[in-house]
């Protein structure tokens, strides 16, 4: 069975600092990735993908993921924080070699970063 | 740019009442998707879409029943509403099975 895990449920970064938003995937076959953020009350907004290539993930406001096969990670990463990036983030993924087109995802961790 | 459009954004309904929620998806996207967010919850799949077929199906209850037009836009048919039944409910689209999915606002059920 698919599943996602974001270990963290709330990451505290100080703006202008890097921040990281874990996640860990398992599926039987190869995984599609996805990261979405969601602001209260609205709905979630797609960031990066993976798919396939190259393992580094460059997305929309500037954050990344690296897609690392071996610990089965697709962590999302961004050099320097801004105040405006506080928001809850999902992780979610799909099986392609399973059938159905549906996204599982994480619990989701709240970022919060102090000005 | 065009998005998912979604409604209504909010609904207030009684026990055992009915609902509809409608979904527009983006142009060109023949792939819909539904899902339910409870509070605090991360959103689960409830059903999906292709070129008007049902392509996947999650955790949807029974008496939930979902279609989609020849116009591509989807709607999603709730009866006996539970107090459980409170949620949001996402509607995403995309263009075929393998891109990723563009969420509309969400429609805010809230059964009394």
């Known amino acids: 069975a698919q599943s996602v895990a974001q270990p963290e449920d709330q990451v505290n970064v100080a703006e202008g600092n890097p921040l990281t938003v874990k996640c860990t995937y398992s599926v039987s076959g190869n995984p599609y990735l996805f990261w979405y953020v969601q602001y209260p009350n609205r709905g979630l907004q797609f960031l990066l993908k993976y798919i396939t290539g190259d393992n580094l993930v460059k997305g929309s406001y500037g954050f990344e993921a690296e897609f690392n096969k071996s610990q089965t990670s697709f962590h999302l990463k961004k050099p320097s924080a801004l105040v405006s990036d506080s928001a809850l983030y999902f992780c979610a993924v799909r099986d392609i070699e399973q059938a159905g087109t549906a996204l599982i995802f994480g619990k989701g961790t709240t970022l919060s970063v102090s000005s | 740019a065009a998005g998912v459009i979604q409604s209504p954004r909010h609904l207030i309904k009684e026990k055992r009442e009915t609902a509809t929620l409608k979904c527009y998806p983006i142009?060109?996207?023949?792939?819909v998707y539904w899902y339910q967010q409870g509070p605090g919850q991360d959103p689960q799949f409830l059903i999906s879409f292709y070129e008007k077929m049902q392509s996947d199906k999650g955790s949807i209850p029974d008496r939930f029943s979902a279609q989609q037009f020849s116009d591509y836009h989807s709607e999603l048919n709730m009866s006996s509403l539970e107090l459980g039944d409170s949620a949001l409910y996402f509607c995403?689209?995309?263009?075929?099975?393998?891109?990723?999915?563009?969420f509309g606002p969400g429609t805010r059920l809230t059964v009394l």
């Open positions: 995403a689209s995309s263009p075929g099975t393998d891109n990723e999915q563009f």
């Open positions: 142009p060109r996207h023949d792939t």
